[in-house]
């Protein structure tokens, strides 16, 4: 083996020890000049759907692709009268493909998600009562979201919109999955160590949002070799906005909760970020962020704004 050959082998090795696989498509080189560079003109994506979605009294909620048996999908949380599920969407055909029904009434609104592999998160509440609600991860390279089974639940109760959960992120650490749960209108964020090979969770600290920050569709976590961010969405004078957050060192969990930058987006046919949105990193370690319109139709326009 030559000198170069035998550099790179263990620079691999070395990156793999720092930055482990189960975290791949979450890190970027540098959040900042990421989410500077992101497009504010999307993609538009055009989806062919010809499965009945629950929908009255709800919407799409949240968004996230994944990669599953070599092919891209989208995965769609959504919200209706009677039950919580996911739409999935296979983006090769852009096609419909099927629709998981997570939990049923009183546990009817699923919120914003974010996949971190091989987990979906998705906070799933009563959002008529307001008062309770359960954070759950499903593996969704074994099939739990159609079985409807999480590998962890979070119970979460109390007094009226703080103990929702309508925005959820979730990262992969050392040692397993920082989590973040955002309650009604995002005013309050939780923050959780997830265990999910024994099934444990610890609470770690609470925030709360200043007034001027925005009532978050979904917060989606994120990290470059320094730190942990936040992007928070949502609709704002008709334009999809999103602010970046820095939340803490990577080194260790240590809340610093400071919004450093804030973005406009440009939607089109019918999508803003008070439907579904979410963050996505590519294997070139490029940023992009998705959205859909708020409910169902015979075609479903998604938006894809990228980072060149």
């Not at 003109?41 to 949240?62: C, S």
């Not at 509440?125 to 962890?152: G, R």
């Not at 610890?202 to 709360?208: E, H, I, P, R």
């Not at 406009?264 to 019918?270: A, E, L, P, S």
Request: hydrophobic share 40%.
């Amino acid at each position: 083996m030559d000198t170069l050959s035998r550099f790179l082998r263990i620079f691999f090795i070395a990156n793999l020890l720092v930055y482990p696989i189960l975290g791949f498509g979450q890190q970027l080189a540098n959040v900042r000049q990421a989410f500077d560079a992101i497009s504010v003109e999307p993609e538009v994506i055009p989806i062919n759907n010809r499965i009945k979605v629950p929908h009255r009294h709800g919407h799409f909620q949240g968004v996230q692709l994944i990669t599953k048996n070599g092919t891209e999908k989208l995965l769609v949380s959504g919200s209706s009268k009677s039950k919580a599920y996911i739409l999935q969407i296979d983006l090769t055909t852009r096609k419909t493909e099927s629709v998981f029904t997570l939990m049923k009434d009183p546990f009817r609104h699923a919120g914003g998600i974010q996949v971190s592999e091989p987990y979906m998160i998705a906070g799933i509440e009563d959002n008529i009562l307001k008062t309770t609600s359960k954070v759950c991860l499903y593996n969704y390279q074994n099939n739990d979201m159609a079985m409807a089974q999480p590998s962890v639940t979070i119970a979460r109760e109390g007094e009226p919109k703080r103990q929702t959960a309508g925005a959820t992120g979730l990262l992969a650490i050392d040692d397993g999955y920082l989590s973040i749960v955002a309650n009604w209108d995002s005013r309050n964020w939780d923050f959780y160590h997830i265990k999910p090979n024994n099934g444990e969770h610890k609470f770690l600290y609470s925030f709360t949002a200043p007034e001027e920050w925005g009532g978050y569709q979904a917060i989606n976590l994120i990290k470059d070799g320094t730190a942990i961010y936040a992007l928070g969405f949502y609709k704002k004078d008709n334009l999809g906005t999103a602010d970046l957050i820095l939340v803490s060192k990577l080194e260790s969990f240590k809340p610093i909760m400071e919004k450093i930058r804030s973005k406009t987006f440009v939607c089109n046919n019918g999508v803003d970020f008070n439907s579904a949105v979410g963050l996505q990193v590519d294997q070139e370690g490029k940023l992009h962020i998705w959205s859909t319109q708020a409910d169902p139709a015979k075609t479903i326009a998604i938006n894809k704004f990228s980072q060149p």
